[in-house]
């Protein structure tokens, strides 16, 4: 049974910063590309950042320079850390495995709420 478990998050202040975990398990991890994507309210899901398996990430450009992915493929884990965090980042962060090769093996968690507020 696949299964990816959201850890991390939790209230803030703007300018504050938190730790994302993704816990991934019933699936070959290192043949996943992960990403972390999120929704606001009344927005759709966006991507906000990926890591490849060869470990190319990308971000979307409303983070750049604030949010860093990062994997550890012996722990089957990826972090995402946001710093710098606004209002407009609150959102419900939500981690994603895509099969490197059969990318209809696309597996997502439950999802963990970021909300940044004074």
């Known amino acids: 049974q696949v299964q990816l478990v959201e850890s991390g998050g939790g209230l803030v202040q703007p300018g504050g910063s938190l730790r994302l975990s993704c816990a991934a398990s019933?699936?070959?991890?290192?043949?996943?590309?992960m990403g972390w994507y999120r929704q606001g309210p009344g927005k759709q899901r966006e991507l906000v950042a990926g890591?490849?398996?060869?470990?190319?990430?990308n971000y979307a450009d409303s983070v750049k320079g604030r949010f860093t992915i990062s994997r550890d493929n012996a722990k089957k884990m990826v972090y995402l850390q946001m710093d710098s965090l606004k209002p407009e980042d609150t959102a419900v962060y939500y981690c994603n495995g895509r099969n490197a090769v059969m990318r209809t093996r696309d597996y997502w968690g439950q999802g963990t709420q970021v909300t940044v507020s004074p």
């Open positions: 890591i490849t398996t060869r470990n190319s990430t």
């Open positions: 019933g699936i070959l991890f290192t043949f996943y590309d």
